[in-house]
């Protein structure tokens, strides 16, 4: 099995690692615009450095058909947090760019294209030396690069963090946006410098039954002090994984339970059965889920939202929370057999499900005693019967999926917008 694994990894690897084509251009386009840059930082009399960061730098990049680089504009710490957003903005304006797209978080930072391949992202960080001094996560962002570029050094090494990134992105795990709440690809080169290589990260992943605590640096006498010192938001996580920069981060402490086991999930797949496929994007034919659904005699539909907010990381777990808030709504009605969440990284996103109808549904009223919401309860529903002091209607579900949604979507408008949702739309059914 090991020998059959291993050819597989080798085959992923050649199709995962860029063509040194690809990352030559990349390269050229990278120095000239750090050229330009460099130059307005100076022509502006402005106490900043800049440093390349990311995958880029500690080349661990995987095939992409857009590639990226992260830029990180270091600033004298005599410069006020809240003024290096704005400081960096006047740079690039000063470069007369096409188009600077801003990113809205705890710090803006900005993204640039560079051509339909490759784009940046700049991002402004305080220059610090004691990673306690860090106003923002991302002015560890440097010692982060220095310390992979450290433990990170033979050519075998990079290819298996390549295969776990690849691995991570084709099921949906790679990214700690909001909304994956995946495996960082800072965490990631952490895991597999700890565990030696891709495989032996997942067998080891496999087999967490609740959580795991690793410290690289040692920098905890033991898993008890590392519970005790840390702050309690960041040991919800399944990994709780030691910065080895600054011992009070988790740097997995936003990756997910859902996120993780279907990980588990995967990795186990794997090892049972090694093949190329485990490290393709898995489309969703919703063709066939529709003709199944058909078949078994379910309902299907498939739903778009929208949203007015950022794209990326706010949009997206504007979109995720309201498919889990539907998806609640649905259930108090319909039996879901399937359903799925699909973001399009802009300001939509695609739901779709599988249900049954459910034969009767119970509603739970007032006390008998409380008559005024008793008189109430009796107009709204039919079928009332009294247990154990309290009324109770037990009624038939004579309506469809998408009826239930544009009637549920009519009367909940209000809510809809305050969940940061503009448009909800129905474009498919059975």
Known sequence: MTTKINSVLKEVLEKVKPQEKELAVIRNLLEDFLKKFQKKIKDLKIDAEIFVGGSFAKNTMINKDKYDADIFVRFDKKYKNDGISNITLKILKSMKLKKILIICGSRNYFQIDISSCFFLEIIPVVKIKNPKK????????????????????????????????AFCYSNNCYGAESYIKGFSGYGLELLVYHYGNFLKFIKAIVKVKTQIVI????HFKNKQRVLMDLNSSKLTSPIILIDPTYKQRNALAGLSKETFKKFQKVCTEFIKNPNVKAFEIKKINLKKIKETARKKKNEFILIEAS?????????????????????????????????????????SARYFFVVKKKKEILFKGPSVKDWKNVKRFKKKHKNIFVKLGRVYSKEKINFKIQEFIKNWAKKNKKRVKEMGINELRIIGIN
């Open 134 to 165: 860090a106003e923002n996560i991302t002015d560890l962002s440097y010692l982060h690069v220095k310390y992979i570029g450290r433990k990170l050094k033979s050519k075998k090494i990079l290819d298996e963090v390549r295969l776990a990134k």
């Open 307 to 347: 949203t007015n907010k950022q794209a990326g990381n706010i949009a997206g777990s504007k979109l995720l929370k309201f498919y889990k808030h539907l998806s609640q709504e649905i259930e108090r009605f319909f039996k879901i057999k399937s359903d799925g969440f699909s973001y399009n990284k802009k300001k």
């Open 215 to 218: 410290d690289i640096e040692k």
